[in-house]
T-cell receptor, first 112, second 113 residues
């Protein structure tokens, strides 16, 4: 089992749609959780951190479920500019020290 | 203003010819990371420095080395590049390790002929 798993997609949605991504992680000791966005042939950029209480930033909502060891990202009212790969990132203590692990990403295409 | 700078943006080298990739930061962050990312795959951490303390990932090949001469600069040396080392190499920085956001440079795309 991969340490951080994401549905690779692609998700193809029309403008204005609501889309949700899930990410599961295997290390129950994980402490920090993030969603990054990566555009084609560009570097990853932080979209938002994920807190236990859940957090919202405009059209984006992130949630953490520690009991089931997954995080989610909800995008409302999708825009063409939301087309990108969304990377789930999990950090925490691990064998050999502290570790940050990226998921392989979920690709989103928003169509006009 | 660019905060994490990588040079060059594109690097072509020959099989077996050593190559050095450069990363610099203006954020005065303690931690600098090197990742390897191949097409449609997750960034894979090669190693990181916490200040001068070097931390190598267990599965990073010996072919990959790193140097951090000061807070601002970090280098990735690939001693004998193979065809399988062709990838995007991403440098990132963060203040600390745990909850801190990582800021990425634009990456260096390495081609091995």
């Amino acid at each position: 089992r991969k340490e951080v798993e994401q549905d690779p997609g692609p998700f193809n949605v029309p403008e204005g749609a609501t889309v949700a991504f899930n990410c599961t992680y295997s290390n129950s000791a994980s402490q920090s959780f993030f969603w990054y966005r990566q555009d084609c042939r560009k570097e990853p950029k932080l979209l938002m951190s994920v807190y236990s209480s859940g957090n919202e930033d405009g059209r984006f909502t992130a949630q953490l479920n520690r009991a089931s060891q997954y995080i989610s990202l909800l995008i409302r009212d999708s825009k063409l500019s939301d087309s990108a790969t969304y990377l789930c990132v999990v950090s925490g203590p691990n064998t050999g020290g502290f570790k940050t692990i990226f998921g392989a990403g979920t690709r989103l295409f928003v169509k006009a | 203003d660019a905060m994490v700078i990588q040079n060059p943006r594109y690097q072509v080298t020959q099989f077996g010819k050593p190559v050095t990739l450069s990363c610099s930061q203006t954020l005065n962050h303690n931690v600098m990371y090197w990742y390897q990312q191949k097409s449609s795959q997750a960034p894979k951490l090669l190693f990181h420095y916490y200040d001068k303390d070097f931390n190598n990932e267990a599965d990073t090949p010996d072919n990959f080395q790193s140097r951090r001469p000061n807070t601002s600069f970090c280098f990735l040396d690939i001693r004998s590049p193979g065809l399988g080392d062709a990838a995007m190499y991403l440098c990132a920085t963060s203040w600390g390790l745990a909850q801190d956001t990582q800021y990425f440079g634009p990456g260096t795309r390495l081609t091995v002929l």
